[in-house]
């Protein structure tokens, strides 16, 4: 599969509110950028797979604007073993911290398109 096959496949799985990930049928390392080498073994053989969308917050940073609205960005371990970096969503900043249970969300970003996004769950 080319790159952009990968991220066609990609679009089309965000429309259908799936969280797509990448496995290398190799060495069986996964992640989710999409690329068409496995970044481990350098093996083309890869699967696109489903997450489950359920993971935890590794990291999360709070960014202030001048008008006080908060926007969080955190990396997000998914319990498959990848990590994404992704916007986290919520209406109260003192449930997002480090090991925080969340799961993903999809929002369209532009016209036709959407996007994964996270929530925390308790
Ligand atoms: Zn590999």
Avoid: H, W
């Avoid at 935890?56 to 319990?79: A, D, H, M, P």
């Amino acid at each position: 599969m080319s790159l952009n096959e990968i991220i066609q496949t990609y679009y089309e799985y965000f429309n259908k509110e799936k969280l797509p990930y990448i496995k290398c049928t190799n060495c069986g390392y996964v992640f989710y950028y999409p690329r068409a080498i496995c970044p481990k073994c350098l093996s083309k053989k890869l699967s696109i797979m489903e997450s489950k969308g359920e993971g935890e917050i590794y990291s999360e940073t709070k960014f202030v604007n001048e008008k006080g609205q908060v926007t969080i960005v955190g990396l997000i371990r998914l319990e498959e073993g990848f990590m994404i970096y992704a916007n986290i969503l919520t209406n109260r900043l003192e449930d997002v911290s480090i090991n925080k249970k969340v799961k993903v969300e999809f929002k369209e970003v532009i016209k036709g398109q959407k996007f994964p996004f996270f929530t925390t769950i308790s």
